[in-house]
């Protein structure tokens, strides 16, 4: 409701042509999820959370199911402003799928939380935990189409053993620079 009358506000003084309004927000709170009972973690109730976009062009009441980072947020404002992209941002800009945001985008996202390491596509979200000398010491896979609350970890089936290598070749491939566009 704050961001409505925010954006009110700017109507009513002029200034929603040149206004860009992007509203990141705190993900939630462990309320024993998981047998949690804190604010970060490698699950989803921490990983996600929301981002809202205006400003003069953005289509208003759209959604998307493209993945994106904290990281998208600068390069996005920067196109969204007509300015050049800093050459050592890390993000990709968002503004084609606020575009369309039916179009194929990214193919997975990353976060860290301690010593894990997560890739999230958009059925799978795989977490590995190293420890300082780079040996694995714990994983978790789960798939959010069968199992959106994360209630099964699926990283020690045999039949997965494909699916967790490739998704830790991608975290490797992340850590080394590499990017999932």
Same mark, same amino acid.
């Given at each position: 409701?704050?961001?409505?009358?925010?954006?009110?506000?700017?109507?009513?003084?002029?200034?929603? %042509? =040149?206004?860009?309004?992007?509203?990141?927000?705190? !993900?939630?709170w462990?309320?024993?999820? !998981? #047998?949690?009972?804190?604010? !970060?973690?490698?699950?989803?109730?921490?990983?996600?959370?929301?981002?809202?976009?205006?400003? $003069?062009?953005? $289509?208003?009441?759209?959604?998307?199911?493209?993945?994106?980072? @904290?990281?998208?947020?600068? $390069? &996005?404002?920067?196109?969204?402003?007509?300015?050049?992209?800093?050459?050592?941002?890390?993000? *990709?800009?968002?503004?084609?799928?606020?575009? =369309?945001? =039916? +179009?194929?985008?990214? *193919?997975a996202?990353? &976060?860290?939380?301690f010593?894990?390491?997560?890739v999230?596509?958009?059925?799978?979200? @795989?977490?590995?935990? +190293?420890? *300082?000398?780079?040996?694995?010491?714990?994983?978790?896979?789960?798939?959010?189409?069968?199992?959106?609350? %994360?209630?099964?970890?699926?990283?020690?089936? $045999?039949? =997965?053993?494909?699916?967790?290598?490739?998704?830790? *070749?991608?975290? #490797?491939?992340?850590? #080394?620079?590499?990017?999932?566009?």
């Open positions: 409701a704050l961001i409505g009358q925010v954006l009110s506000e700017l109507q009513s003084l002029g200034l929603e %042509e =040149n206004t860009i309004v992007i509203l990141w927000g705190d !993900h939630g462990n309320l024993g999820d !998981h #047998a949690l009972w804190c604010k !970060h973690c490698n699950f989803e109730t921490s990983l996600h959370s929301p981002l809202l976009v205006a400003g $003069p062009g953005i $289509p208003t009441g759209v959604r998307t199911d493209g993945l994106t980072e @904290y990281l998208d947020i600068y $390069p &996005s404002l920067c196109e969204l402003c007509d300015l050049p992209v800093p050459g050592h941002t890390d993000g *990709k800009s968002f503004v084609p799928l606020l575009e =369309n945001p =039916n +179009r194929r985008w990214k *193919k996202v990353f &976060s860290r939380y010593n894990g390491d997560s999230i596509t958009d059925r799978y979200l @795989y977490t590995e935990w +190293r420890g *300082k000398s780079g040996d694995r010491y714990g994983r978790m896979l789960y798939d959010h189409k069968l199992d959106p609350n %994360e209630n099964t970890n699926i990283s020690e089936r $045999p039949e =997965n053993a494909e699916l967790v290598s490739k998704l830790s *070749k991608m975290i #490797a491939q992340m850590k #080394a620079g590499r990017r999932f566009d």
